[in-house]
């Protein structure tokens, strides 16, 4: 049987055809899945963005804000800390500023110009393991200068027994111990009776009279918060009972354990975030559209000269 010439080329032709059709497809299904890609991506953007708004906006991220306007070291360690519990053997407490919260905010200042603002954002560790494990991950794989481990074995319940009794505590004007004006987990209370004697430091919401601060020098306290002064007895005990001092300062205004509103400034650029990526977001269903649309008309060609290759003859 004879073929023509003409039915080669046609037919070279055609297959020509399809394989550039082939290609073409594969060029937009590539891209297609770029985009498609860069979609997800973004997407899992937006979400994550809208979850950090939202725990902004909660109790418990104001607080992690506050703390991050206070030391941006301090917040991403508290954050891993919350992220890898299970690499500890006993649970890791976050800074007081997070896990403690302050029984009257009136007494805020009292507390604060007792607890140092290192103490106030220490961690807790229960154990010296954890203590190692801390030390090792925050300040020496994670280069965290602005880190405080606090470690306290001594129970709570040490701290707790009275070494003054309540009615001469309050022939003195006190109302109680700086302890009571504080609730927190056991742990980091402890810690901060180690660290900053809240247990025996007496506190009163009024001025002492002369008369009590006379009585006080002889007694068992040696510090304590009344009115707007903190007063501290030093002795010396070489010199004999007579050598003693006191060092008065004067309270300052709560900074930290407040209810004052958290900067909003956060919250807008979170926002600002989320305006972005739903913007790259929209942008990229703009791109992928014109690309699908490619795809449909190129697989539609490619049927159709499919169907012309069948219908040739040989």
Request: hydrophobic letters at 35%.
């Amino acid at each position: 049987m004879c073929v023509f010439p003409a039915n080669f080329e046609n037919q070279a032709k055609l297959q020509q055809e399809i394989r550039d059709l082939k290609n073409k497809i594969a060029q937009a299904r590539e891209e297609q899945g770029r985009l498609n890609q860069l979609a997800k991506s973004k997407q899992e953007e937006i979400v994550r963005t809208k979850q950090e708004l939202e725990q902004f906006n909660s109790a418990e991220g104001q607080l992690i804000s506050k703390l991050d306007g206070l030391s941006r070291d301090t917040a991403e360690a508290w954050k891993w800390v919350q992220a890898n519990q299970h690499e500890f053997e006993k649970e890791v407490y976050g800074p007081p500023l997070i896990t403690c919260s302050v029984k009257d905010p009136k007494c805020a200042s009292v507390l604060e110009s007792l607890v140092q603002k290192n103490i106030l954002l220490a961690f807790t560790p229960q154990t010296a393991k954890d203590w190692t494990t801390l030390r090792r991950v925050l300040i020496q794989e994670k280069r965290l200068a602005d880190i405080t481990l606090k470690q306290c074995a001594t129970p709570l319940s040490d701290h707790q027994k009275p070494h003054v009794p309540e009615d001469e505590m309050r022939s003195y004007g006190f109302d109680g111990w700086a302890l009571d004006l504080i609730d927190g987990p056991e742990p980091v209370l402890s810690m901060l009776c180690s660290n900053a004697r809240l247990h025996i430091t007496a506190v009163g919401s009024q001025e002492t009279t002369e008369i009590q601060h006379s009585r006080i020098m002889g007694s068992r306290v040696s510090s304590w918060v009344t009115g707007k002064h903190s007063n501290r007895i030093l002795r010396r005990a070489e010199y004999g009972a007579a050598a003693t001092t006191v060092n008065t300062q004067n309270i300052k205004p709560a900074q930290y354990w407040t209810n004052s509103p958290v900067d909003t400034s956060k919250r807008d650029e979170i926002q600002s975030r989320i305006d972005a990526a739903e913007q790259d977001m929209a942008q990229l269903r703009t791109e992928v559209a014109p690309v699908r649309a490619t795809m449909d008309r190129l697989k539609a060609a490619l049927e159709a000269k499919g169907k012309e290759e069948v219908a040739k003859p040989p």
